[in-house]
């Protein structure tokens, strides 16, 4: 089973970069977890839907590709960065061939505030239902404070986190099956 995580933050510390790199780890036995790469997709244009640039044309070979997709979302003023919004607008066109419908998707993110990104979840889950995308409602993963489960080398040392995040991956596999 192949699946893609997508972290919504370009930072090179990302806590959120992390934790798709922490799932690679923890993936159930059959799944293989590849992290998509968000730097190289440029600002979305309607006039380039006639030549889709590369990378975001890459970006939804990638998602068409997999079995499911997991978002892990960095919460930016109470709602999701615009990297990860301009990423799915890309997968979400040209009209007729959206990327997400009907993908498993598990969403997560960890925050350094303590509601750690309920509320960017929350948007994200509107935008995903919308785009006829099989969200998966349980469990919710608003992960953090951050300095409290990472390491300083970004390892994810958290072990109720582990386990937790090791379930949801066998929710996601079910649902991908
Ligand atoms: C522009 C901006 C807005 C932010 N807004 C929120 C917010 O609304 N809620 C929150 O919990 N943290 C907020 N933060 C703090 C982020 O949780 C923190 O920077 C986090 O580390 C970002 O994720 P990353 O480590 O994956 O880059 C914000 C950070 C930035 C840069």
Known sequence: MNIVAISGSLRKNSFNTALVRS?????????TISIADLSTIPLY?????????AA???FKATLE??????IATPEYNRSIPGVLNNAIDWASRPYGKNSFARKP???????VGKIG????????RHILSYLDANVIGQPELYLGPA?????????????????YLAKALETLKSRAA
């Open 65 to 70: 590709a997999a079995d499911g997709i997991i």
């Open 117 to 124: 990104t309920a509320v960017a979840q929350s948007h994200l």
């Open 23 to 31: 799932l690679q780890a923890l993936a159930p036995e059959g799944m």
């Open 56 to 58: 975001a044309k890459a």
């Open 105 to 111: 998707v598990l969403l997560m993110g960890v925050s």
């Open 45 to 53: 244009n309607q006039d380039d839907e006639i030549e889709f640039p």
């Open 147 to 163: 300095h409290d489960i990472f390491d300083e080398e970004g390892n994810l040392t958290d072990t109720s986190t582990k386990d």
